[in-house]
C-alpha cells in the first residue's frame, strides 16, 4: 500500500541535505514543510537552543480521524554523524549506499522517511487513524541531546515507537526492547614537570601513570550485560618535557545497575592505585601525583516486557502482513532510552540501515519498505477499539 518508489526518493532527497549534530535546520525545515502539506501541525522546541544548536526537535501532531483511538508516538532523529556533509547517495542492487567517501546517513533519514511515508499514505488511502504525534529529533548522536531535552508534555501518548536499528524482522533483529545505562567517565592526572634529558628524576610522567592504571582496567566486553571503554587519551607538550597532565575520556555501560556501579569503581580503583605509587620530594618539598574524575550518567537503561502493549500492538501488525518479530537487548542507547524515562513506553524497531557510523553504510530497500508496511499496520490496529491490547 506505500509508495515504494517515492519512499526511496524520499530519503535519498533527505540523505543529500546535510544536517550533522547541531546543524539539522535545513532537513527541519524540509520535514517541517512536508508535514504541514500533510495536515500535521508543527513546531521546534527549545531544545536547540539549550545544546547550541541551529534548530530544536521538530514535534508534529497529526490529528486522528478516528477520536477514540488511543495516541501514538513516532520518533526518528534529524542528525548524522561524520563524515556526512556532500553525501552522494545511489541505488545499486536492491539497496543505498554513499559513494564511499562519507556515511550514507540512513542512520536516521530511514526513519525520517518511513514515517513520513506512512503518515502520506494513511491521508491518501482514507485510512482509519488516531492521533499521530512525532518528534524529529536533534543530536541524537552526541548522547541523545534532543531527546533528553523535550518536553514530552506536549503529547499525550503512552508508547510509542523510534526508528533507528538495523533491521525489522528476521533472525538476528526486530524491536530493541532493552537498552542499557551508560556513564561516561573523565580522569585528569596530574604528574609533575621537568627536562625530560637534562633532570627526569625531578619528573613524574603523567602519561605513564595514566597508562599504567589503564593497563590494569578491565575494558571491551565484561559480561553479557557489560561493557567499557577508554576512548580517548590527550596530553603532553613536547618529547623533552616529562609530561605533568594527561586527560582521558572513556565510558560504561550495563543493563544491569549493579553492574555498571562495580565496573566503574574497578576503573576509578585503577587510577587511584596507580596515582598512589608515585611521590617524589625535590629541596625538602614532597610532591604526589593526583587524580580528578567526572562520572556522569548519559542515560537511563530501558526495558519493555513483552507483554506490553506497544510490543504486542507491533508483533500483531508483524503476524498480520505475515512477518515475524523478535524483540532484543542492545548494548547501544536510542531515543526510547529517553522517551521510556518520561513516561512513554517505547520501543526501537529497525528501518534497514546497515553498517552505520561507517563509510560502507548501506540501507536494505526492502527491509525500509517493510518496516513502512509494519508501521502502517500498527496505525490501524491501533485504531481498532476492542483490540484487546487496550
Ligand atoms: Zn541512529
Known amino acids: ?74 520518533s526518528a532523529h534529524m542528525d548524522t554523524v561524520v563524515p556526512g556533509e556532500g553525501i552522494k547517495p545511489q541505488i545499486e542492487d536492491g539497496i543505498i549506499k554513499s559513494d564511499g567517501t562519507t556515511i550514507l546517513g540512513s542512520d536516521d533519514k530511514s526513519g525520517l522517511a518511513i514515517i513520513t511515508e506512512v503518515v502520506r499514505t494513511i491521508k491518501e488511502k482514507n485510512i482509519q487513524y488516531g492521533d499521530i504525534e512525532i518528534a524529529f529529533t536533534i543530536c541524537e548522536e552526541v548522547g541523545l541531546l534532543g531527546a533528553r531535552h523535550i518536553d514530552i508534555s506536549n503529547f499525550k501518548s503512552k508508547y510509542g515507537i523510534v526508528f533507528d536499528s538495523g533491521s525489522p524482522t528476521g533472525f538476528s533483529a526486530s524491536i530493541i526492547t532493552k537498552c542499557p545505562s551508560a556513564e561516561k567517565l573523565e580522569f585528569k592526572v596530574h604528574g609533575l614537570e621537568a627536562h625530560a634529558g637534562v633532570c627526569p628524576e625531578r619528573g613524574m610522567n603523567a602519561i605513564k601513570i595514566a597508562s599504567e592504571a589503564i593497563a590494569n582496567m578491565k575494558l571491551g566486553r565484561i559480561d553479557a550485560e557489560t561493557t567499557a571503554n577508554i576512548g580517548i587519551i590527550e596530553g603532553g607538550f613536547a618529547i623533552n618535557i616529562v609530561p605533568n597532565f594527561v586527560h582521558i575520556k572513556g565510558e560504561a555501560r550495563s543493563h544491569s545497575e549493579d553492574k555498571l556501579r562495580a565496573q566503574i569503581e574497578h576503573m576509578r580503583k585503577c587510577f587511584h592505585d596507580a596515582v598512589s605509587r608515585y611521590e617524589i620530594t625535590l629541596e625538602g618539598k614532597t610532591y604526589i601525583a593526583t587524580v580528578e574524575e567526572t562520572i556522569e550518567r548519559s542515560y537511563d537503561k530501558m526495558n519493555i516486557s513483552n507483554e506490553s502493549k506497544v510490543v504486542k500492538l507491533i508483533n500483531q501488525a508483524a503476524n498480520n502482513l505475515g512477518l515475524s518479530i523478535n524483540t532484543l537487548a542492545s548494548g547501544g542507547g536510542c531515543d526510547a532510552n529517553y522517551f521510556n524515562k518520561k513516561g512513554v513506553e517505547c520501543v526501537n524497531l529497525g528501518t534497514g540501515m546497515k553498517e552505520i557510523h561507517t563509510v560502507n553504510e548501506y540501507l536494505v530497500l526492502e527491509e525500509f519498505y517493510q518496516a513502512a508496511d509494519i508501521l502502517l499496520e500498527t496505525i490501524k490496529l491501533n485504531a481498532i477499539l476492542d483490540l484487546s491490547l487496550h
Open 1 to 74: 500500500m506505500i509508495d515504494k518508489q517515492r519512499m526511496s526518493e524520499y530519503v535519498m532527497d533527505l540523505i543529500r541535505i546535510d544536517s550533522l549534530s547541531y546543524k539539522e535546520k535545513e532537513v527541519g525545515l524540509k520535514l517541517r514543510k512536508d508535514m504541514e502539506e500533510l495536515g500535521g501541525e508543527c513546531f521546534f522546541d527549545d531544545a536547540g537552543k539549550i545544546v547550541k544548536g541551529n534548530i530544536g526537535n521538530l514535534l508534529v501532531k497529526i490529528s486522528g480521524n478516528k477520536k477514540d483511538a488511543r495516541p501514538i508516538l513516532l
